[in-house]
């Protein structure tokens, strides 16, 4: 419970102040085992705190809102929404030095430094696995060292953070910390720094849990998806899921598949490639991650300016059979979710020595498609004939409450228009504080 943004909330609706208190005092000591008076005490001090922080006034107190949730857009969710509100933030940004740079939208960012590439990485645990922190820390690590490795780079280095409510049980950084150590131990990648917070400070009530996990690696070639030209074709690996799965199977009373997810499989197979001759002549290369391979395959054209075509006739088969048989029980569309396969492009005449490093790494590759001239687009091939492969909104609902939360909204049109002002308020923003800071450094 966000107690700051309830009395906020509670203020904005003209709730008189002794009410608010009342009423937090109430919730405090519902959530925690205080005394009255305690309890009292604290809804007095938040409240106190609310007043006097709405004395800040001005430029940097202030944001232009969107009016617009993010749950409302869909941010996080893997979907159109979310696929939106990033290339929003990396207007924000704004063009960098960067070798590969935010706007590409790729798995990770890459710069140039002593004579090498160096790609850098961060991925959040998964939101629904606060209560199962080596999950947690497992599935972070092994998404971040999959995404710097399909950058081309040797992973070098991991660096952790994880952020605890105020009653969460101390126990949670640990439990947490070994699931990334898990990876990071059996990958021989270390982790070297990190840091430890709580989520809101004394703001914030309950045992929840979030954090990330970064990694930093090093290449003399590179993979991003700009580079897939048409007239490559798309690989794939099996795949058996991460955090996604993980949840999925979890929260819909299934958990012998969660065993399926914990493998190192996919950062073998990529590791396998990047020790090959064969790694010069791979194009680009990604994971089945964001909204699944509707996801992926939308922001692979969108990036590479190009046509994406996808046959379905090996995909099924690519999916572990203990993960798609819990999809199909559950009615969860399986190419709109999280697969963390391994997709490469390249030429046709590197497919099979590509399948077959791969395959002597222990997991088996397919051909699934190919990239081809034209407006960027995404489709899928069924039966001989084209269907749309556009992302939806969300990913896949894959717990019964995204399926409760999956529901028709508000207008993407009308919230784009609230998203879009936002996103041109904070770009001002940022250009009026470094001309400040321009000419203060000129004094």
């Known amino acids: 419970m966000d107690v700051e943004g309830f009395v906020r909330r509670l203020r904005a609706q003209g709730t008189p102040g002794e009410e608010i208190q009342a009423l937090l005092a109430d919730h405090v000591r519902r959530l925690k085992p205080?005394?009255?008076e305690y309890a009292a005490d604290f809804a007095r001090a938040v409240r106190e705190e609310v007043e006097l922080s709405e004395r800040a006034k001005g430029d940097v107190f202030e944001f232009t809102p969107a009016g617009v949730a993010m749950g409302e857009f869909g941010v996080g969710s893997r979907g159109k929404g979310d696929f939106y509100a990033h290339r929003k933030i990396a207007e924000i940004i704004g063009h960098t030095t960067a070798a590969v740079g935010v706007e590409e939208m790729d798995d990770g960012g890459v710069v140039t430094a002593g004579g090498k590439w160096i790609a850098v990485t961060v991925d959040g645990?998964?939101?629904?696995?606060?209560?199962?922190?080596?999950?947690?820390?497992?599935?972070?690590?092994?998404?971040t060292l999959r995404d710097v490795c399909v950058m081309g780079a040797r992973p070098v280095a991991l660096f952790s953070d994880i952020h605890v409510a105020d009653d969460g049980d101390v126990a949670k950084i640990f439990d947490y910390t070994a699931g990334v150590t898990a990876v990071s131990e059996g990958m021989g990648v270390p982790l070297v720094a990190g840091s430890t917070l709580r989520i809101g400070g004394d703001m914030v009530l309950?045992?929840?849990?979030?954090?990330?996990?970064?990694?930093?690696?090093?290449?003399?070639?590179?993979?991003?998806?700009?580079?897939?030209?048409?007239?490559?074709?798309?690989l794939m690996t099996t795949g058996s899921g991460g955090g996604t799965i993980a949840t999925a199977a979890i929260y819909s009373g299934i958990p012998d598949v969660v065993e399926r997810t914990l493998n190192l499989d996919f950062l073998r197979a990529v590791q396998a490639l990047l020790g090959s001759d064969i790694l010069g002549e791979i194009h680009a290369m990604t994971d089945v991650t964001n909204g699944g391979l509707r996801g992926d395959a939308h922001e692979m054209a969108a990036t590479a300016k190009a046509r994406i075509v996808i046959q379905d006739r090996h995909l099924r088969n690519l999916v572990d059979p203990a993960v798609l048989s819990m999809l199909d029980r559950l009615q969860i569309d399986y190419l709109g979710v999280s697969l963390d396969a391994l997709l490469v492009v390249a030429p046709p005449d590197a497919a099979d020595r590509i399948i077959r490093v791969v395959g002597d790494a222990g997991v088996p590759m397919e051909e699934i498609g190919r990239v081809e001239k034209g407006s960027p687009a995404a489709v899928l091939v069924v039966n001989g004939r084209e269907q749309?492969?556009?992302?939806?909104?969300?990913?896949?609902?894959?717990?019964?409450?995204?399926?409760?939360?999956?529901?028709?909204?508000?207008?993407?049109?009308?919230?784009?228009?609230?998203?879009?002002?936002?996103?041109?308020?904070?770009?001002?923003?940022?250009?009026?504080?470094?001309?400040?800071?321009?000419?203060?450094?000129?004094?």
């Open 34 to 36: 205080v005394s009255g």
């Open 125 to 143: 645990m998964h939101s629904r696995l606060s209560d199962y922190p080596f999950l947690a820390g497992f599935h972070a690590t092994r998404a």
């Open 206 to 234: 309950g045992t929840r849990m979030t954090g990330c996990v970064g990694a930093v690696g090093v290449a003399s070639h590179v993979t991003p998806r700009r580079a897939s030209a048409p007239g490559d074709v798309i």
């Open 388 to 443: 749309d492969f556009t992302p939806r909104f969300r990913e896949s609902a894959y717990t019964p409450l995204k399926k409760v939360v999956d529901r028709a909204g508000r207008d993407f049109e009308e919230m784009r228009i609230g998203v879009d002002r936002a996103a041109t308020a904070a770009v001002e923003k940022k250009r009026r504080v470094l001309a400040r800071l321009t000419e203060s450094g000129r004094r």
